[in-house]
């Protein structure tokens, strides 16, 4: 199984909603990221974990709080957000996070729409 | 500070060849990555280069220098299936990925 797989694939939310995205990959990666990519926009990073505890976080509002339950599972959890959220939230993983030939493998994304 | 440069857009003819250029300026270096976007999908993986010179890899190509901050990305005999955004990323000394903001690659008939 070489695949990250996220759903939703597609989210509309108010802004007083409580909502989750998930993630999952079983190729044994230790590494697993939160991006969010704006239209035309590079991926910009949210979250690490690195063997199930979080390693960075990228200055992110607390309207979003990540959870990994366990190594293969990543989850983010959405409350009170902004119509400027709006984006594809892209899960990746990735063997382990401090190494130089550290490829990413990226979900599809989940689109979220905040109204 | 940490910057990735590469064109907004660039059109070639089917058939063609085009290459994509990226300079960085990064905090220390660990490599440098090419990935291919297609549009409202995820990117995908295309290359990987940590030491100078070219790499290749059926129609695509990466080239690496590392004096001078630079990499191209080489793709020939361009399909149609190869418009896409093609973004490069170059990591630094904390391993931590530095994307440029992507080149938008139209190929026409």
């Known amino acids: 199984d070489t695949e990250v797989t996220q759903t939703p694939k597609h989210l509309v939310m108010g802004m007083t909603n409580k909502k989750s995205l998930k993630c999952e990959q079983h190729?044994?990666?230790?590494?697993m990221y939160w991006y969010k990519q704006k239209a035309k926009k590079p991926p910009e990073l949210m979250f690490v974990?690195?063997?199930?505890?979080?390693?960075i976080n990228e200055s992110v509002p607390s309207r979003f709080s990540p959870e990994c339950p366990n190594s293969s599972l990543l989850n983010l959890h959405l409350h009170a957000l902004q119509p400027e959220d709006s984006a594809l939230y892209l899960c990746a993983s990735s063997q382990d996070q401090g190494s130089g030939a550290n490829v990413l493998t990226f979900g599809a994304g989940s689109r979220l729409t905040v109204l | 500070g940490q910057n990735i440069d590469q064109p907004t857009e660039m059109t070639a003819t089917e058939g063609a060849i085009v290459q994509i250029n990226c300079t960085y300026q990064?905090?220390?270096?660990?490599?440098l990555f090419w990935y291919q976007q297609h549009a409202g999908e995820a990117p995908t993986f295309l290359s990987y280069?940590?030491l100078d010179g070219l790499e290749e890899k059926g129609r695509f190509s990466s080239f690496l220098s590392r004096s001078k901050g630079y990499s191209y990305l080489l793709l020939k005999e361009l399909q149609m299936k190869d418009s896409a955004s093609y973004l490069c990323?170059?990591?630094?000394?904390?391993?931590?990925?530095?994307w440029g903001a992507g080149t938008k690659l139209i190929i026409k008939p």
């Open positions: 990064t905090s220390g270096f660990n490599g």
């Open positions: 280069n940590v």
């Open positions: 974990y690195s063997y199930e505890k979080l390693s």
């Open positions: 990323a170059a990591m630094d000394s904390n391993y931590q990925l530095i």
């Open positions: 190729m044994g990666h230790r590494a």
